[in-house]
């Protein structure tokens, strides 16, 4: 749940990287909000549901597209490569693939590396503390 809030307070942040770890775990709660929410509605036949689940897709899209452009950020590719999911079958497929890979070790033009693993900044300060 730490992960799921950590975006959210990360609102509108679309620069730095994000771990796998932190997109998926965001995925998962954010998949599971939304399944409890359209069940209840669907369970009790009520409209109100419907509409809650209709705002919290509302208020989470940009925190959604954020941590997503950061997780293609932390692979070395640009945030605009997130279009390419609007090309049918193709598109997911490859955002699947992006999402699954692997941190970039080092750092890129986006920042150190989430994990620390790879940063010359670590690595200069064996011995100095």
């Not at 929410?37 to 369970?43: D, E, N, P, S, Y």
């Amino acid at each position: 749940m730490n992960w799921y809030l950590k975006v959210l307070e990360n609102y509108a942040n679309f620069s730095g990287r994000a771990r796998r770890k932190e997109y998926w775990m965001f995925t998962l709660f954010h998949i599971l909000i939304l399944l409890a929410l359209a069940l209840t509605g669907v369970a009790t036949e009520s409209s109100v549901f419907i509409i809650i689940c209709y705002l919290y897709i509302l208020i989470t899209l940009i925190p959604t597209l954020a941590v997503a452009v950061r997780r293609l950020h932390d692979i070395g590719k640009s945030g605009w490569f997130y279009l390419l999911r609007m090309i049918p079958l193709v598109g997911p497929i490859l955002m699947l693939v992006w999402f699954c890979t692997d941190s970039e070790h080092g750092k890129n033009q986006w920042g150190d590396n989430p994990k620390g693993f790879g940063n010359d900044r670590e690595i200069s300060m064996i011995g100095r503390e």
